[in-house]
């Protein structure tokens, strides 16, 4: 039986009347995208037609879950909103601070010693507050949630971006900041800009070598990394009914990739055997008695350009596998001739050293079927793998099954690595190298979501390729990036030619899925009782402290550095072996934009202190500002902020002094953390105005005291020869997100409204 069955149950009570005021509200179909929305509203009752991508929307999630990176510092926010209890379920994960190193037993073992006082927090804190405690070890936090948590026609938010991972059982999941999840947690309404809406159709049907990754990563490549920002991206068409469960969810994930705020498939037959094979027929009973409202309504998918703010077609017939990369999710190009091509023009090592097959995007038991046919043929043809490869599952149950059914195994015979069930290599947890930053120029091809320089292993020379698992099986046993599985052959030990025939496998396990210990932990019913302690001395955890207000005039704030080119959050905050202080703000400082390039001089971490005139690292001059009351200013580049839902990359410079943050554009996520911690998220009005900075600038905000609501602000800068600028910046700050600013942080705020 499903958890929080009676909730689900509630939502789904109220559809019908919702999803008809909502027809009649807006005057048209809906799609299915609009009926979860509009089910959501915070005050339960649709009345008004709002305008997509303008209108600041309160919604009522049904649910929270958090990963064990983001959790310590949104649960160490959560301490501090004055609550007893949670008030909507909410799940704790812990898959993000096991490293993949000698495999699944001693890693995990390894990770429960040296993470020992973090897993002991969340697990404490997660008890006396009423929250669902996962171990780690346990499985990937976006596998679990889909195997237990994701319900048709939900909605979600998670402090991880690929929260959306659940639209493959027909939620809208959203990605959010810890300080969003911390008013959910707080029995607050949680805001969202309305969001356009894209349609995909999805025509004809997936086979052979093809595979649903390959439809994101298709997308991505059409969409490029910030084309679906703002927007849910709503799937539909024959191709898309004739998909698992399981493969709607890949593409899903990595919609995380393109900047959408969420994607989603309407409900069908496929997410009904997910839900039964999942042990949750009671989930697919009640969902099948409110169908109809868990699609669109008929006549968006028969005329979609009249409903959807844009739409894309493809044929899934005549989509071939593909490799995206690398260093950006969005450069796609289709395996062999094309591949080689672009590798010699690009100079991108051709030889292969490590296939990656797992992470929350492609760790089902469909997933692993289809590769291990690919590991089983190179047996059967007397193959030996030429590259290395390592296999994170997805979740204890996907691990317990495969091991059972002889997957695993027969990736053993490979001589791969299984390691934990876990995050892994995905999010930097790899100890690949002794030392990163030296390490060779290298190709390595997964089936993960992102490939950012140095996010797997923290080598910046390693060439990271995205495709489906059984083309990165393939690729494993071949070596070589332009090898083509459709057409290439390849020399086994005994000198003969073979070719790979096309992958096979199966989408549910054929003698259902099974588990000794799934690894979840249920919380007390009462745990006032339940102590939380964190030492003062530690390393790893630190209570907050509230920020203080910036107010309204900011004058003499000097530039810390200004960004050039791709930002993300794991250029602002990165992660690998930094994982260990996301619950220590004052130590985890200290990679504050290490990662970004500086656009005088394009060197990491090398920024001039206008103080001394020396040059140094990023965190240490802007201690150095702190230090002598100085505020600061960060300035960037489009699409600022991408990646990760971490908030750290917010809290961090919030922390070291920074007031504003003043690019081109933002990604969603990164822009309300922003908003959250109590700072300046700005946008140039005119982007030419980026050229204007120089390094040794001043900055003075002319009218901070009339901050309001459509309404630009107006900035001085001021040049070292004495002579000045006046630009113009935009922002998308309403009314509440003010008071959060003048509060000091939308924490301090609900705090304030709780005492």
Known sequence: MAFDIDMIKGVYSKMAENVDKARKVVGKPLTLSEKILYNHLWDGNPTTAFVRGKDYVDFAPDRIACQDATAQMALLQFMQAGKDKVAVPTTVHCDHLIQAKEGAATDLKHANTVSSEVFNFLESVSNKYGIGFWKPGAGIIHQVVLENYAFPGGMMIGTDSHTVNAGGLGMVAIGVGGADAVDVMAGMAWELKFPKLIGVKLTGKLSGWTAPKDVILKVAEILTVKGGTGAIVEYFGPGATAMSCTGKGTICNMGAEIGATTSTFGYDESMERYLKATDRADVAEAANAVAAHLTADPE????????????????????????????????????????????????WPIKVEWGLIGSCTNSSYEDLSRASSIAQQAIDKGLKMKAELGINPGSEQVRFTAERDGILGIFENLDAKIFTNACGPCIGQWARYSDPKNAPKNSIVHSFNRNFAKRADGNPNTHAFVASPELTAAIAVAGRLDFNPLKDKLINENGEEVMFEEPTGWELPPKGFAVDDNG?????????????VVNDDSERLQLLTPFT???????????????????????????????????HLDNI????????????????????????????????????????????VVVGDHNYGEGSSREHAAMQPRHLGVAAVIVKSFARIHETNLKKQGMLGLTFANEADYDLIQEDDTFNFIDLDAFAPDTQLTLEVVHTDGSKDTIKLNHTYNAAQIAWYNEGSALNLIKKQNA
């Open 520 to 532: 979840y932990l249920a919380p007390e019913a009462d745990g006032s009782h339940v102590n939380v």
């Open 300 to 347: 968006v998918y028969a005329n979609p350009e009249a409903y959807f703010d844009q739409v894309i077609e493809i044929n899934l017939s005549e989509l071939g596998p593909l490799l995206n990369g690398p260093f950006t999710p969005d450069l796609s190009t289709e395996v062999g001739s094309d591949m080689t091509e672009k590798a010699k023009a690009n100079d």
């Open 549 to 583: 207000p910036l107010g309204d005039t900011i004058t003499g704030a000097k530039l810390l550095i200004k960004a050039f080119g791709k930002c993300t959050t794991d250029h602002i905050s990165m992660a690998g072996p930094w994982l260990r202080y996301r619950g």
């Open 589 to 632: 400082a200290n990679n504050t934009l290490i990662g970004a390039v500086n656009a005088f001089g394009k060197k990491t971490n090398f920024v001039k202190n206008q103080l001394t005139g020396e040059y140094g690292g990023v965190p240490d001059t802007a201690r150095a500002y702190k230090a002598a009351g100085i505020k600061t």
